[in-house]
Each structure stands twice: as C-alpha cells, then as structure tokens.
Nanobody, 125 residues
Framework: QVQLVESGGGLVQAGGSLRLSCAAS????????MGWFRQAPGKEREFVAG????????YYLDSVKGRFTISRDNAKNTMYLQMNSLKPEDTAVYYC??????????????????WGQGTQVTVSS
C-alpha cells in the first residue's frame, strides 16, 4: 500500500496561485499513475490532472488546462500541482491519488487505489 499526504491548500483571492504537494511513502512499484482530484460541496469528486510516474506524461481536465501544472520529483517521491489564475469555481477539497494496477491515462475515481486525506482550497472573488 502507498501512503499519500497532501499539503499546500489555503485561502487565495481570484487570480492568485497555490502549489499543492503530495508526498508518497510505503510500498514502491515499477510504475504507476498519480493524479489530483477535487470535490466541491454537494458535487461528485472529479479528476483534475494526472501523471504517469516513469514517463512523466501529463493530462488535464479541460477547464484547468493552461492554468494548472502537474509535476513530480522522483527523488523526493513527491507530486505537485501548481495552480495559477485561480477562480472561485476551483474551490474544493483537493485529493491526490495513486493507481498501481493501471498505468496510463486514467481519470475514474474507481481506477485509483490509494488516496490522501485532502486539502482545502478556497478561492474568494
């Protein structure tokens, strides 16, 4: 099992930036896919961005393309989400997740095996 711990959430004004971090520990795998999801009050959890660990291939939700950047630091076993030009509709609890039985472009909640505890991001207008 992989343990994931997020950090970096907070309150920011519209147009501002935040960087989320997700530190992974525990069992290691040859390769896996990691991702960021978010869940706003009363809404389902939705995919935001993903990255395949070995190749570094990235993919995004359309509404965050050009504003958010997902990256990873192999040496630190840490994934990041740089969020720029934030909008009030980006307000949500953000979760990092890891899939070690599927490697590739995956977006469904059910395809991920481990989850962090979540970090709140609030964007004021």
């Amino acid at each position: 099992q992989v343990q994931l711990v997020e950090s970096g959430g907070g309150l920011v004004q519209a147009g501002g930036s935040l960087r989320l971090s997700c530190a992974a520990s525990g069992r290691t795998f040859n390769d896996y896919t990691m991702g960021w999801f978010r869940q706003a009050p009363g809404k389902e959890r939705e995919f935001v961005a993903g990255i395949t660990w070995s190749s570094g291939y990235t993919y995004y939700l359309d509404s965050v393309k050009g504003r958010f950047t997902i990256s990873r630091d192999n040496a630190k076993n840490t994934m990041y989400l740089q969020m720029n030009s934030l909008k009030p509709e980006d307000t949500a609890v953000y979760y990092c997740a890891a899939s070690y039985h599927l490697v590739g472009v995956i977006r469904a909640v059910r395809d991920f095996d481990s989850w962090g505890q979540g970090t709140q991001v609030t964007v004021s207008s």
